[in-house]
Structure formats: structure tokens, C-alpha cells
């Protein structure tokens, strides 16, 4: 056996190579790379993950570890697995109860399922990281134990809540604020009349319009913001807020999403009103610098809702404690708290008919790859309810922006962005997208400023926001004038058109019944004519079969010779003119088996004509139905069974006929009449109308 020469150090035994000591070492110092990777590895994804996520996981794990240091509870340390977690669950997070709510007799209020959830999701999170560093060996941890204990526990919490009488409107449609009471919020961060209550505004306003968290709202920052135009929506421009949307409670991995807000009907509710009004607030009477675009870091990091150092965002316990007063002060109750936006806002959407998908898509629901990659459109019909409009297109029309301000005036509203463009437009900053969008939207806000300015004036006039010198402008005064003349015009057109919108469907609800009865009337007639032509050509057809029969008897008679016995017997064979239909002889010839010879008709084209065949019979022939009642199937087996099978073809037709007379309370005839017309809609033969009828699609 040869040996590479080049395979280095070994030791030989019977001309088997055996790894040396360089081996084993090189070995364990791969492993102990591995294992220091993997542990970088998991540290890291720790680092990332979002905030919110971490510091509710982190006090959770921490109990775990209390809880587990306990020797009486476990021996195995904080290892992690199904039936330990159901212990846990049992024996401390059921027992802990509530930190800050009590019940009547002084007790920890129960947790909740969600409650319990975090626990598990925690304890769980801390399993995946043992597991990956390799020293928990478990199969699970949310394993069957925990399953079964968590359908118990929701099954006895549904019982509980019962029994003791917990409040039934907890996440109902009543779980939250109405049209009424978001215009009463809004009036109310009018009135407090400060700087930081139109803060509040825009936050309670962009988190309602764009259906955002608390998270998501909080740490929006002025690079995500811009503005899309919505073409042919009405009489009015139509502009979409959009914040763009990277993170979240359940964007954890960067995927790009929007919130958009359309301007609003009434100017008090208005999220672009506020957007304006706060910037306005921020730039001309704070004072504070217009972000500087000259590079990205010099403004990308500015939060829309900065803290008072400036370097990140507001906390969300401010946010909570803003949301208590506004909610209380309106008298608004509700279990949720900063969710209340979302809840409030998808039942409003929802309650105007907008389709699921929209609602959806406004909300961030969607996860498939649809909307996560290629579906780039707003949900149009969302946002337009969202704005106090319907889904109805071409009725977006907002009253205050009638007029719009000179360029001169508006210019005297962040005056700064000429200079930006003019530098972006030099190229003498450095080069972005999010810059200039930034600056469109601030450009649309002196307008949406303006406007509304006009109507919160009136309103609001102690409000600090026009103490500013714009205001006393000739400029402004001028145009204040002349859209205050525009909307008040404005407003007794709308007023007509209101009353016109109301007359108007009643007008046409009493036509659309008046044409109806007219067209009732029409089908009773024409079903009536029918039926009576019907009669005539079945009593022309049963002279006509008397008749012939009558004078091929008297034939056959004077053929015999006997012809005083003719005479009498044709005295007898002619019947009267009322003679019942049973006392006629059948037309059709007795074959050998002294069944009648009948054939029903190959030719016809109309489920009327079927109908009738079947009912009364065609061309002086008895009709199937009579052939059935009188001989059964037995007729049908004459001539080789073609017969059967013409009318086992037939026979779906016939029955589908008899059970819509039933069903809708008409008669056979104007179901045969029904079904023609959707034989003719749909371009079908007689036989595809039977296939089709077997088979029950129609």
C-alpha cells in the first residue's frame, strides 16, 4: 500500500495512519472557535432585536431564573423544557397575579391569557437560545403539557370573567371612541393651547389616520415623511401623508411598509392640519433650527417627537400619561389605552364597507409576499373614510381648500425651503431622495396651513398659534377674507347638495318601484296572453285529432260493405264539441304489444316548448306527462329504448322546472319561461341546458 508523502506527522500500526497530538489540538481549537462564534452569534441577534421586545423578555427570563434558583422547585438549573414551563406556568406565574391591580379582598388580580402568553414566549425565546449554544438537549418547550395547560387556563378565564361579572364591552365594537368623540379630542388639544399639545395632536391624529403603535408612531423621524398625489379623486387636489414604515412590533426585519393620511373633510380633525400647525409651532414660534440638509447624518436622526434633550423620542409612558387626560377629559372608556387608535379607527373603516383587503393594508396586516414586496398603492378606499369621505369616487372635495394663497404669502411659511432646494438643485449637498421629498411636503403645508388657519381662526382665536406677525399681514388679511366669503358660499351649496343627496335616492327608489310594478304588471299579461294562445292551439290541435280520427273510422267502415251499420256507428263516433279530453282516441298507431307509438319531438329549441311537450302535449300528441301517468316507463321501451333515453336526457329539466314553481311560488309555465331566458343569455342548446341542469349548475 503507497502513502502520500505529504500527508504529514502520524503515526503508523500495520499501515493504518493514526491522527497525532497537532491533530486532536487543531480539532479543539476549531471547536472552540465554533463555540465562541455561535455564542457571538446569538449575543448579536440579542443586540438587534427591538428594543421593546428585549426589555419585555428580559424581566420574564429574569423570574424564570429566580424561580429556577429555588432547589425545592427543580434540580436541573434553568434548563428549559415542556413539562418544566407548565410547572412554572402553575406554581409562580398563575400564583404572582396582577403587580398593580387588585381584587375587592386585597388579592392579585388573575393574569390574563395574553399575560400568560408573554411568559411563555419569553421562556420559550431563552429554550432557542439554549439550544443553539448546545447544552439543552430537549425536543421542546411549548410542547403538549403547555398546549393543554393554556386551553385550560383560557377555558377557566372565560368562566371567571362570567362569574365575576368582568365588564362585557372589553373588546367590542363599543371598545373605543366614535366620530364624535375623536372630534371632542381633537377640540381638546385646541384648547390647552400650548406647544407640546400640538404635539400631542399630531400624535393622537397620525397614530388614528395611519392605524400606528405606539412604538411606530414614537419613533417616526422627519426622513420618513412624504407626500403622494392620488389622482382623480374629486373636485379637490388630493395629497396622502405617507410616514414610511421599517420597524415595529412586527416588522422586526427592516421590510418596507407605509401609514398614509389624506387631508381631512373638517379642518379640527384634519392629521395635515396638525402636521402644519406643529411645524409652524416648532419652526416660527420655538425657534427651533430647520433640519439641515447638507448632509444625512445632520437630520436623518430627528424624531418627529423629539425628547427634551433632543436626541430621541418621547417615552411611551408620556405618551400613556397624555392619552389618560385626553380619554378621560372626553369621557371616552376603553380597555385599550395607546391601541386605541387602531381599534377605533379599523371598526370606522370597516363599518363604511370597505373591502378586507384594504383593511389589511391600511393596518400592516398583510404578510404575504404580495403586499410585502410588489403592492407599492395606497389603500385608497381606507384612507378616504379614514379623511370623512366614502369610497364612492370623484367626492373628495375639501371646502377651506377653495382658494388657494399667493405665492407671496405662502413664501412667509418656512421660508427656508427655497434655499434647500436651491442647494439640492446645485448639487452643493450631498445627494439623497428623503431631502427633497421632505421639502415637497413642507411646501404642501404652507398651503394646508394657510387654509385651515382661516377656519381654526374663527374658532379658536385665543389660540397662540396666531399671535405670530404672518397674521396681521395685509396679505393675509386679504385672502382671509376671500376664503372666508368662498367657503361660506360653499357651505349653501353643500347644504342643497345635502338635501338633494337625501331626495334624490328616495326620487329614485319610488321610480325604480313604480318601473318595477310596471314591469310585474307587463310579465303577468304577457304570461297570461301566453297562456291563453296556449289553450287555443291545444283545443285547435284536439278538434283537428277528432276530426281525422272520425272520418279515417267512417273510411274503414264504408271499406266493409255494411253500410247502415256505418252510418250508425259513425251517428256515434262523432263527439260534441265538449267531449272530454279521456273520451278521444290517441293518435298514435298500437304497435304488437298494444303499447302506443310515441315519439317525443327531436326539433325543439326553447324550454318552453319542452315544457309544454311535457305538460300538454304538441301537435294534436298527447303530452309526456299523460304517456307516463297512463303506461309508466312501459312506452318508453318501444323501438330499441330510444325513447328512454331522450327522456332520462329531458327528465332534469322537467324536474328542475316543477321544483322553481315551488320554490318561488309561480307557476310551471313562468319557471319554463325563466329558465329560456337564461338559456338565451348564456347561448345554450336544449341538450347543454339539460347536461348542465343534471349536473346542477344551474
Known amino acids: 500500500m503507497s502513502h502520500d508523502s505529504n500527508a504529514g506527522p502520524s503515526t503508523r500500526d500495520n499501515d493504518i495512519t493514526l491522527p497525532d497530538a497537532e491533530h486532536y489540538e487543531d480539532m479543539i481549537r476549531a471547536r472552540l472557535a465554533m463555540d465562541k462564534n455561535t455564542q457571538m452569534v446569538i449575543a448579536e441577534n440579542q443586540t438587534y432585536r427591538p428594543k421593546n421586545t428585549t426589555a419585555a423578555y ?109 365588564d362585557r364591552g372589553k373588546n367590542t365594537l363599543n371598545d373605543g371612541y366614535t366620530d364624535q368623540e375623536l372630534l371632542r379630542i381633537n377640540q381638546y388639544f385646541l384648547i390647552q393651547n400650548n406647544i407640546f399639545s400640538l404635539r400631542n395632536k399630531v400624535c393622537f391624529s ?54 398614509s393620511a389624506l387631508r381631512h373633510r373638517y379642518a379640527e380633525v384634519c392629521p395635515h392640519g396638525a402636521f402644519a400647525q406643529y411645524f409652524f409651532s416648532l419652526f416660527h414660534h420655538q425657534n427651533l433650527p430647520f433640519p439641515n440638509f447638507s448632509t444625512r447624518r445632520d437630520w436623518y436622526d430627528t424624531y418627529l417627537f423629539p425628547n427634551a434633550t433632543g436626541d430621541g423620542s418621547i417615552t411611551y409612558s408620556e405618551q400613556a400619561k397624555i392619552y389618560k387626560q385626553v380619554l378621560r377629559y372626553c369621557g371616552v372608556h376603553s380597555s385599550k389605552l395607546t391601541h386605541i387608535n387602531r381599534k377605533s379607527a379599523i371598526n370606522m373603516v370597516a363599518n363604511e364597507g370597505v373591502s378586507g383587503d384594504q383593511q389589511r393594508q391600511v393596518g400592516r396586516w398583510g404578510s404575504d409576499r404580495m403586499v410585502g414586496c410588489y403592492l407599492s398603492g395606497l389603500p385608497v378606499d381606507a384612507i378616504k373614510v379614514m379623511a370623512g369621505f366614502t369610497t364612492r369616487k370623484g367626492d373628495y372635495f375639501i371646502n377651506r381648500g377653495s382658494i388657494e394663497p399667493s405665492e407671496e404669502l405662502r413664501k412667509m411659511v418656512f421660508p427656508w425651503i427655497e434655499h434647500w432646494r436651491e442647494k439640492f438643485y446645485r448639487k452643493e449637498v450631498e445627494d439623497d431622495i428623503a431631502g427633497p421629498s421632505f421639502l415637497d411636503l413642507m411646501d404642501y403645508l404652507r398651503t394646508v396651513f394657510l387654509q385651515d388657519s382661516v377656519v381654526l381662526k374663527g374658532k379658536y382665536p385665543e389660540n397662540f398659534i396666531w399671535s405670530h406677525s404672518i397674521f396681521e399681514t395685509d396679505l393675509y388679511k386679504d385672502y382671509e377674507e376671500r376664503l372666508s366669503a368662498a367657503i361660506a358660499a360653499n357651505d349653501e351649496k353643500f347644504k342643497m347638495s345635502q338635501h338633494l343627496e337625501v331626495l334624490l335616492p328616495e326620487v329614485a327608489a319610488a321610480m325604480k318601484t313604480g318601473f318595477d310594478s310596471m314591469n310585474a304588471m307587463m310579465n303577468i299579461v304577457q304570461s297570461q296572453n301566453q297562456l291563453t294562445l296556449d289553450a287555443v292551439k291545444k283545443l285547435e290541435a284536439e278538434n283537428r285529432t277528432m276530426l281525422a280520427d272520425s272520418f279515417l273510422q267512417i273510411s274503414n267502415m264504408l271499406r266493409q260493405g255494411d253500410e247502415n251499420t256505418q252510418l250508425q256507428q259513425t251517428s256515434t263516433i262523432l263527439p260534441s264539441s265538449s267531449a272530454p279530453l279521456s273520451s278521444i282516441p290517441s293518435p298514435s298507431t298500437a304497435n304488437s304489444t298494444g303499447l302506443p307509438s310515441f315519439k317525443m319531438s327531436r326539433s325543439l329549441i326553447s324550454v318552453t316548448d319542452v315544457w309544454r311537450e311535457y305538460s300538454v302535449g304538441l301537435a294534436g300528441k298527447p303530452s309526456v306527462k299523460s304517456m307516463e301517468e297512463q303506461y309508466g316507463a312501459d312506452w318508453r321501451k318501444v323501438d330499441n329504448r330510444t325513447e328512454s333515453r331522450f327522456f332520462t336526457r329531458r327528465l332534469p329539466l322537467y324536474k328542475k322546472i316543477e321544483s322553481l314553481s315551488n320554490e318561488r311560488g309561480i307557476s310551471c309555465e313562468e319557471a319554463a319561461q325563466f329558465l329560456e331566458f337564461r338559456r338565451i343569455s348564456d347561448k345554450l342548446s336544449i341538450n347543454q341546458m339539460c347536461k348542465l341542469v343534471a349536473y346542477n349548475q344551474i
Open 58 to 166: 428580559k424581566s420574564k427570563q429574569r423570574e424564570w431564573f429566580e424561580w429556577c434558583a429555588n432547589k425545592e422547585k427543580v434540580a436541573d438549573g434553568a434548563i428549559v423544557y415542556d413539562a418544566k414551563l407548565a410547572f412554572f406556568l402553575k406554581d409562580y406565574v398563575l400564583t404572582r397575579g396582577k403587580k398593580f391591580k387588585k381584587n375587592a379582598d386585597g388579592s392579585p388580580a388573575p393574569l390574563g391569557r395574553e399575560s400568560v402568553l408573554a411568559y411563555v414566549k419569553a421562556v420559550v425565546d431563552l429554550y432557542h437560545q439554549q439550544v443553539e449554544a448546545g447544552f439543552n438537549k430537549h425536543t421542546m418547550a411549548r410542547g403538549p403539557i403547555v398546549k393543554r395547560f393554556l386551553d385550560t387556563h383560557t377555558k377557566k378565564e372565560a368562566r371567571r370573567k362570567r362569574t365575576e361579572y368582568e
Open 206 to 259: 397620525m397614530s388614528h389616520a395611519m392605524l400606528m403603535r405606539s412604538e411606530t408612531a414614537l419613533g417616526t423621524q422627519l426622513p420618513d415623511l412624504f407626500i403622494m398625489e392620488l389622482k382623480n379623486q374629486g373636485p379637490s387636489s388630493c395629497f396622502a401623508i405617507v410616514a414610511t414604515i421599517t420597524f415595529g412590533k412586527t416588522n422586526k426585519d427592516g421590510k418596507i411598509q407605509y401609514g
